[in-house]
């Protein structure tokens, strides 16, 4: 009895440190954009600040002294299309890999899941090259083909392992009951896939949102910029350290991902779930 308090005790402490560990540098990103300039270095610093201000959140939104809403979109229009793109891709490659015999599968498995392991900085020159070389330098469209091109191979993963989990006599009931291919995909297949669909794209939507390697590298002009790209001219508004402007940017950022991802909880862990029951 006094073993199973005390493992309570510890596991109640425990989930309390992890809370905190997550939510502490949430608050304080919630802190520093309300907090006027002059008093963002004060020491010893307040935890609940006395004087707040939505100056940052209104220079941002300002279109004449900020082009953050510009980078907004752009980031928008690169992750939503690059995630959509690739989950199409990667869920129709991985039925394929799994329900066609394909000599060698395995093997091709390996080595997308290798190129996927291999960091971005390893193949930065060679994309660069190829992305000159198309005429695409200094375009959205660079950045969607290289995003496309990382997830890929993460959408695949998943997909096949989730496919690898469905019982193939669904679908051969519903091609002898005279379905057709399209039928079978559409009112069969899909159906039974959203929720690994789902999750693939937020997280393909994710990485490609968050992602500064590539954008840093094939876009040079500011109205060209996504979010993550454009934080260090954030920093350095109006010439000077501008960390309440920062962090009402990355409060920007984080909301809508938060949002999304609470209105697609329980399809995205249903998908990642089925996703691990068989590797």
């Not at 004449?64 to 992750?79: T, Y």
């Not at 096949?160 to 057709?180: K, M, Q, T």
């Not at 790209?229 to 991902?257: D, H, K, M």
């Amino acid at each position: 009895m006094v073993a199973t308090k005390l493992e309570k005790l510890s596991l109640t402490l425990g989930v309390i440190l992890i809370c905190l560990f997550s939510v502490v540098p949430f608050y304080e990103m919630v802190r520093a954009s309300l907090l006027p300039g002059k008093l963002q270095f004060v020491y010893p610093p307040k935890l609940i600040p006395t004087s707040i201000t939505l100056e940052n959140f209104l220079t941002l939104l300002n279109p004449e002294k900020s082009m953050f809403l510009i980078w907004l979109r752009n980031s928008l229009i690169v992750a939503l299309s690059s995630a959509v793109i690739s989950t199409l891709v990667g869920s129709f490659g991985g039925y394929v890999v799994v329900r066609f015999p394909i000599r060698g599968k395995r093997y091709i498995m390996y080595s997308i899941l290798t190129a996927y392991l291999m960091t971005g900085i390893l193949v930065s020159i060679p994309l660069f090259l190829v992305i000159v070389s198309l005429g695409l330098y200094d375009t959205l469209e660079s950045i969607v083909f290289v995003y496309t091109l990382m997830n890929i191979p993460l959408c695949l993963y998943f997909s096949s392992n989730f496919y690898r989990g469905l019982p193939v006599e669904i679908e051969e009931a519903a091609i002898v009951d005279g379905a057709s291919l399209n039928q079978l995909i559409t009112r069969v297949i899909i159906p039974m896939s959203l929720p690994a669909l789902i999750s693939i794209f937020y997280f393909s939507f994710v990485l490609s949102f968050n992602e500064y390697l590539f954008a840093s590298i094939l876009l040079s002009s500011q109205e060209k910029y996504t979010v993550v790209r454009s934080f260090y001219i954030l920093y350095t508004y109006q010439e000077e350290f501008s960390w309440g402007i920062v962090n009402a940017a990355a409060l920007f950022i984080c909301i809508p991902l938060i949002i999304v991802f609470l209105i697609l909880e329980r399809y995205i862990i249903s998908g990642l779930t089925a996703g691990a029951l068989k590797a």
